[in-house]
């Protein structure tokens, strides 16, 4: 029974809409003349066109109710508030250009360089490389059900996707490019300046900042990720989890480990700043991360506690890449309260740290259920070609460990 509301909910982006099949949207094509290029006129799998023309999210979580509407905590309780409502052709849009080198400044970089599909909408990197191999500072979040988000970047300094998207965009560290740069690229392309007028019919004329971000926006809300072996278990398929697995769920919500008191389900994310005193790798400054936004001296070393949905495709781990591996990251936080803590500095810890104290075989478990949160079911597909007619950015990543020099050190993410 669950399986088949599974595949029901799945299918939904079919309901009424013309087209490709849904199945367009997950496996590559043939590359296609410039003049080929069209919008797809269906939603995303997961996703169901309405009577108005917009694509709204369906999910079995929307069968659940949850405490004030916030959408944490619990196993069964429907997800938090989130964005939906674009058209398929602005989502459709979205996709070509996040895939496009057009927005950086010299033609090199896509925002899929540091967001990989198949790296975890992550890179793979301990810090990300920009324009002409500038370090960023951090890794790069996964873009995963960021749909449901309210902050953004690690140190929560954007409130929206577009701002957040805006930030790369233009960051000299990142992408390289400025507002004019870009429109001038895109309006003097013929083929983006069709595909733009399909996707705003009402906002005729050169294209502008706001429909790139708006586009950019409604893609990233169409990378939903919540039908894990996790999520059947949830909805009430016992067997999509292992015994082994099962116990590193009782790990994971015990008030031994408290894992879930801040990523909690179902998006295993609070997105609340948290100081656990997470090390830098060596030879880098100590990040002071949301302090340097919000100016509180309490948020030293504060980032936003990430979502640890498809955690296994996106190592290395934390805000600077510490963590070669799931296991290392867990021993740190098992090694006990401050334990990383650079000598002679004062960090207000956050309260959930303590001293675990779990045995092997406990951390162990908790891994292997990790792995239970991986879902890429909805991957978005990479087109074969883009509208500019620049060859794809290149999606490589250096082994987790190799890094620039710390003088080389630039924008923070």
């Known amino acids: 029974m669950i399986r088949a509301l599974v595949l029901l909910i799945a299918a939904a982006g079919t309901a009424g809409a013309t087209g490709p099949a849904p199945d367009d949207f997950l496996k590559p094509t043939a590359a296609a003349s410039t003049a080929d290029f069209v919008l797809n006129s269906s939603c995303p799998p997961g996703f169901e066109k309405t ?12 069968f659940y109710d949850s405490l004030g509407n916030y959408g944490l905590g619990g196993t069964r309780t429907s997800l938090p508030p989130h964005r939906d409502g674009f058209t398929p052709y602005q989502i459709d849009l979205g996709r070509y250009l996040f895939f496009d080198p057009v927005l950086s400044g010299d033609g090199t970089l896509s925002c899929a360089s540091c967001h990989d599909p198949a790296r975890g909408l992550s890179d793979g990197r301990a810090r990300s490389i920009g324009i002409n191999g500038a370090d960023t500072g951090r890794a790069a979040p996964t873009l995963w059900n960021v749909a449901f988000l309210k902050r953004f970047f690690w140190d929560s300094r954007a409130s929206s996707l577009e701002e957040q998207a805006a930030g790369p965009l233009y960051s000299p560290k990142e992408m390289g490019s400025t507002p004019a740069r870009m429109l001038e690229s895109l309006n003097g392309n013929t083929i983006y300046r069709r595909l733009f007028e399909q996707a705003f019919p009402d906002q005729r004329g050169p294209i502008t900042e706001q429909q790139v971000l708006t586009a950019l926006a409604a893609f990233e809300t169409s990378l939903v990720s919540l039908n894990s072996r996790y999520d059947r278990y949830v909805h009430g398929y016992h067997d999509a989890l292992s015994e082994r697995e099962i116990e590193g769920l009782n790990v994971f919500r015990s008030f031994v480990a408290r894992c879930s008191e801040c990523h909690m389900p179902p998006l295993f994310t609070n997105e609340q700043i948290a100081v656990i005193g997470m ?49 290392g990251a867990v021993e740190f936080y098992n ?27 406990e951390i162990d478990r908790l891994v292997e259920f990790l792995d239970a949160l991986t879902d890429e079911t909805f991957m978005p597909r990479t087109p074969a070609r883009v509208p500019s007619g620049l060859p794809l950015a290149p999606i490589t990543a250096e082994p987790a460990f190799t890094r620039l020099a710390p003088t080389q050190q630039g924008e923070r993410r």
């Not at 108005?52 to 079995?60: I, M, P, Q, S």
């Not at 030879?283 to 340097?292: H, L, R, S, Y």
């Not at 290395?316 to 296991?327: E, K, N, Q, V, W």
Request: net charge positive; proline share 9%.
């Open 51 to 62: 009577g108005a023309g917009v694509c709204e999210l369906r999910t079995l979580y929307q």
């Open 279 to 327: 090390p830098e790798p060596e030879g880098q400054p100590f990040d002071i991360g949301a302090e340097a936004i919000l100016g509180s001296p309490k948020l030293k070393g504060g980032f936003k506690v990430p979502t640890l949905r498809n955690i296994t495709r996106t190592a290395p781990y934390s805000h600077s890449g510490a963590f070669a591996d799931l296991r």
């Open 335 to 361: 090694k006990g309260r401050g334990n990383a803590v650079p000598k002679g500095m004062q960090l207000y810890l956050h309260w959930h740290i303590s001293d675990p104290k779990l045995t092997d075989t």
